[in-house]
Structure formats: structure tokens, C-alpha cells
């Protein structure tokens, strides 16, 4: 059974950096894309970034310019560098890896907690 293990999450302050990595127990063929999403309390869960198999990537407006994705679908290995993080950053961002067929795969989750 495919499972995607992220790793990185934690308690930052306001202007700082974390890296979110994301790996797939299994290999998983034919990807997609792979991308994070997050989702804060009481919000719904919203495309953070994703990076497609050619490498075009994608980034919602308010993390354009301080977070880079970065990706390798062969190895079903993906990366968010989140810097100046802001307090409105805080959710739990959770990766996702998109087969050809448009299978989705999801990890359980980490929190990301931004200090103003």
C-alpha cells in the first residue's frame, strides 16, 4: 500500500524558512504531478504549489516569490521551500502525488505554525 511520509513541519517565526520533503513508501509509476496543499482551521484545503512531470510548476498567489517546489516523479520525491513565512502561512500542508490516471495520493499531513 502506497503511503506519502512528509517531513519538516514545526513552529516558526514570522520571516523565517522552513523545508517540507515528501516521500512515497512505494515507488508510484507514472506520475502527474506532485504538489502541497494546506488547509488552515476552518478553511478549505487549497493548492499551495505543484510541480508537473516536465517540471512546469504552479503557485498560488500568496506564495508566489517566497516559496519554491522542487520534485523528481522518478523517484516520487517532492520538496516545499517555504521563506519569509507569514502567521497567515499556519496550516497543516499536506503533499499529494497525481498518477497519469488521475489517481490521487495523499500524506497525512504536518503542521506548519508561523509566530507573529
Known amino acids: 500500500q502506497v503511503q506519502l511520509v512528509e517531513f519538516g513541519g514545526g513552529l516558526v517565526q514570522a520571516g523565517g524558512s522552513l523545508r517540507l520533503s515528501c516521500a512515497a513508501s512505494?515507488?508510484?509509476?507514472?506520475?502527474?504531478?506532485m504538489g502541497w496543499y494546506r488547509q488552515a482551521p476552518g478553511n478549505q484545503r487549497e493548492l499551495v504549489a505543484s510541480?508537473?512531470?516536465?517540471?512546469?510548476?504552479n503557485y498560488a498567489d500568496s506564495v508566489k516569490g517566497r516559496f519554491t517546489i522542487s520534485g523528481d516523479t522518478a523517484k516520487n520525491t517532492v520538496s516545499l521551500q517555504m521563506n519569509s513565512l507569514k502567521p497567515e502561512d499556519t496550516a497543516v500542508y499536506y503533499c499529494?502525488?497525481?498518477?497519469?490516471?488521475?489517481?490521487?495520493?495523499w500524506g497525512q499531513g504536518t503542521q506548519v505554525t508561523v509566530s507573529s
Open positions: 499529494n502525488q497525481q498518477t497519469t490516471l488521475y489517481r490521487n495520493y
Open positions: 512505494v515507488s508510484i509509476l507514472k506520475l502527474r504531478s
Open positions: 510541480i508537473s512531470s516536465g517540471g512546469s510548476t
